[in-house]
């Protein structure tokens, strides 16, 4: 005779109490919520860090004038503020006023001291566009505000910063003084409106002069003399400037119309090309294929796919796109332009080719599971109806499944806007102010090679000379695409919704 012997809950280390709250699931309720409050948490923070740095890129700082304590003087805007620990190198080449007054700071923050960047612009004097200046070295009282220090935004060199102290006309003087010349200045016009025998007379924080023609002048303002209205108008117009005009000094300033027009006509022809043979495929695999192991194969294969990394796609899009698709296409119809290239090289085309090529597996997969969530009473119904399969697809079940299919749409939409790697390979530049649409036949010119906010991102981030002048545009460009990309996914989410209520009476 066996023996059992009794349960005992305590034995085990766990309480009837311990038992009855993991059956109810009550701790995975808050294990599961807990992670995505903190993937929220997550995407809030870097959306609204790049949206805070992005928005202020453009805001207009006052010019200030910094005295050092050794005579010399610094003129410009503050850009950033940091504190810094000096190393000893440093502290022995300052002079004596300068190390006590280090000494004293140092000691009051725990062995750190003040230094801001201030960007002095003047590159064709200056030989530098920014300039550290630490705390310890400006003299007491030595950081003002000039009246009349203008800001000039420049074609080339960057910015100049400023007194006016003449205008001239064919270099003859026809006013003196700052406000004198200011005010004639405002009533001649600048860039290209202005006459080229206009320029005005401006005098450095450092007692430098230089005259400047208007036709070089992109846009000029007293900064010390706005009001918040003027700095709004001044805000307002580099945001036009930025989103209507070429980019200019290295990409680092003017705009990115032509990376705009590149990156939502590539992201509409990628999005054009990949949701008809997403769909077709996906259709086949599940409504006419056979199930098997020849239709698992493909679908790990299309698994698998989604995983390849993009450079990879890169490489295809230029090796197959670009060389032998396009210089079969140059041997056949554009041999008078050999060995200059047409279709054979990169362009928006074959870009928008290669993404789709990218993208297939998630339309695919999306499409499957949005045909398979539609039930099987309906192709029945339909079917004994009289209606043949094909008729049963398009009537029945593509109208139930198109929102699942426009998911599909918005999430290779959203991978795709975002790739560069690939673009790099088969058609992405640098500068191409040229866009690929005119008035010559056809007009839409897909075999040109385009320009990518994504790249200009990558190109401001990595290849500027002048990095300090391009980091704000970085956190701006990559506003900019995150905005270009939830305005092309919120269309689709409400075409998707518009078909979700459409179709959701019919439903069971």
Same mark, same amino acid.
């Given at each position: 005779?066996?023996?059992?012997?009794?349960?005992?809950?305590?034995?085990?280390?766990?309480?009837?109490?311990?038992?009855?709250?993991?059956?109810?699931?009550?701790?995975?309720?808050?294990?599961?919520?807990?992670?995505?409050?903190?993937?929220?948490?997550?995407?809030?923070?870097?959306?609204?860090?790049?949206?805070?740095?992005?928005? #202020?890129?453009?805001?207009? /700082?006052?010019?200030?004038?910094?005295?050092?304590?050794?005579?010399?003087? &610094?003129? =410009? !805007? *503050? @850009?950033?503020?940091?504190?810094?620990?000096?190393?000893?190198?440093?502290?022995?080449?300052?002079?004596?006023?300068?190390?006590?007054?280090?000494?004293?700071?140092?000691?009051?923050?725990?062995?750190?001291?003040?230094?801001?960047?201030?960007?002095?612009?003047?590159?064709?004097?200056?030989?530098?566009?920014?300039?550290?200046?630490?705390?310890?070295?400006?003299?007491?009282?030595?950081?003002?505000?000039?009246?009349?220090?203008? #800001?000039?935004?420049?074609? /080339?060199?960057?910015?100049?910063?400023?007194?006016?102290?003449?205008?001239? &006309?064919? =270099? !003859? *003087? @026809?006013?003196?003084?700052?406000?004198?010349?200011?005010?004639?200045?405002?009533?001649?016009?600048?860039?290209?409106?202005?006459?080229?025998?206009?320029?005005?007379?401006?005098?450095?924080?450092?007692?430098?002069?230089?005259?400047?023609?208007?036709?070089?002048?992109?846009?000029?303002?007293?900064?010390?003399?706005?009001?918040?209205?003027?700095?709004?108008?001044?805000?307002?117009?580099?945001?036009?400037?930025?989103?209507?005009?070429?980019?200019?000094?290295?990409?680092?300033?003017?705009?990115?119309?032509?990376?705009?027009?590149?990156? &939502?006509?590539?992201?509409?022809?990628?999005?054009?090309?990949?949701?008809?043979?997403?769909?077709?495929?996906?259709?086949?695999?599940?409504?006419?294929?056979?199930?098997?192991?020849?239709?698992?194969?493909?679908?790990?294969?299309?698994?698998?796919?989604?995983?390849?990394?993009?450079?990879?796609?890169?490489?295809?899009?230029?090796?197959?796109?670009?060389?032998?698709?396009?210089?079969?296409?140059?041997?056949?119809?554009?041999?008078?332009?050999?060995?200059?290239?047409?279709?054979?090289?990169?362009?928006?085309?074959?870009?928008?080719?290669?993404?789709?090529?990218?993208?297939?597996?998630?339309?695919?997969?999306?499409?499957?599971?949005?045909?398979?969530?539609?039930?099987?009473?309906?192709?029945?119904?339909?079917?004994?109806?009289?209606?043949?399969?094909?008729?049963?697809?398009?009537?029945?079940?593509?109208?139930?499944?198109?929102?699942?299919?426009?998911?599909?749409?918005?999430?290779?939409?959203?991978?795709?806007?975002?790739?560069?790697?690939?673009?790099?390979?088969?058609?992405?530049?640098?500068?191409?102010?040229?866009?690929?649409?005119?008035?010559?036949?056809?007009?839409?010119?897909?075999?040109?090679?385009?320009?990518?906010?994504?790249?200009?991102?990558?190109?401001?981030?990595?290849?500027?000379?002048?990095?300090?002048?391009?980091?704000?545009?970085?956190?701006?460009?990559?506003?900019?695409?995150?905005?270009?990309?939830?305005?092309?996914?919120?269309?689709?989410?409400?075409?998707?919704?518009?078909?979700?209520?459409?179709?959701?009476?019919?439903?069971?």
């Amino acid at each position: 005779m066996s023996h059992r012997r009794p349960r005992n809950h305590r034995a085990r280390g766990r309480s009837p109490r311990a038992n009855a709250l993991l059956a109810r699931g009550e701790p995975m309720v808050w294990f599961t919520g807990s992670g995505l409050v903190i993937g929220l948490l997550m995407v809030v923070a870097l959306v609204g860090f790049v949206f805070c740095q992005g928005l #202020v890129t453009f805001w207009p /700082a006052p010019v200030v004038r910094l005295q050092l304590v050794d005579g010399a003087v &610094v003129q =410009g !805007e *503050v @850009t950033r503020a940091e504190s810094f620990v000096p190393d000893p190198v440093f502290l022995a080449q300052l002079d004596s006023v300068a190390q006590a007054t280090a000494a004293v700071e140092m000691a009051a923050s725990e062995g750190t001291l003040r230094r801001q960047l201030v960007r002095i612009g003047n590159f064709e004097l200056t030989g530098e566009h920014f300039r550290w200046v630490e705390s310890c070295r400006i003299a007491p009282g030595g950081t003002r505000e000039p009246a009349w220090a203008v #800001v000039l935004e420049r074609q /080339a060199w960057g910015r100049f910063y400023g007194t006016p102290v003449a205008f001239l &006309v064919e =270099g !003859e *003087v @026809t006013a003196v003084g700052a406000e004198a010349s200011w005010n004639q200045f405002l009533t001649s016009g600048q860039g290209h409106d202005a006459r080229p025998e206009l320029s005005l007379r401006l005098v450095t924080g450092t007692g430098q002069t230089s005259e400047i023609a208007l036709t070089d002048i992109v846009r000029a303002y007293p900064a010390n003399q706005l009001g918040f209205g003027g700095r709004v108008r001044v805000y307002l117009s580099r945001w036009g400037e930025y989103l209507t005009a070429e980019p200019r000094e290295a990409n680092s300033e003017g705009g990115v119309l032509p990376a705009i027009f590149g990156t &939502v006509v590539m992201t509409l022809g990628m999005t054009l090309l990949v949701v008809p043979f997403g769909v077709m495929a996906a259709l086949y695999l599940r409504e006419y294929a056979r199930q098997g192991w020849l239709t698992s194969i493909v679908r790990i294969s299309i698994n698998n796919l989604a995983g390849v990394p993009s450079i990879v796609f890169g490489v295809f899009g230029m090796g197959f796109f670009s060389y032998f698709v396009g210089g079969r296409i140059d041997a056949l119809f554009f041999a008078e332009n050999l060995p200059n290239p047409t279709f054979g090289t990169g362009g928006i085309m074959w870009a928008s080719l290669t993404l789709a090529l990218l993208t297939l597996p998630v339309v695919i997969v999306a499409t499957e599971e949005a045909l398979a969530a539609v039930p099987s009473a309906m192709r029945e119904g339909s079917l004994a109806c009289g209606a043949t399969r094909w008729q049963t697809i398009r009537r029945v079940v593509l109208p139930r499944a198109l929102p699942g299919i426009m998911t599909g749409a918005i999430l290779a939409m959203a991978r795709g806007a975002g790739e560069v790697a690939p673009l790099m390979l088969v058609g992405a530049v640098k500068l191409a102010p040229e866009l690929p649409i005119d008035g010559r036949f056809p007009f839409l010119h897909l075999q040109r090679s385009f320009m990518h906010l994504g790249f200009h991102i990558y190109d401001l981030g990595f290849q500027s000379q002048n990095s300090e002048a391009a980091k704000p545009m970085v956190f701006t460009t990559t506003m900019l695409l995150m905005a270009i990309i939830l305005g092309l996914n919120l269309a689709a989410v409400w075409l998707r919704a518009r078909l979700n209520r459409k179709f959701a009476g019919s439903k069971f």
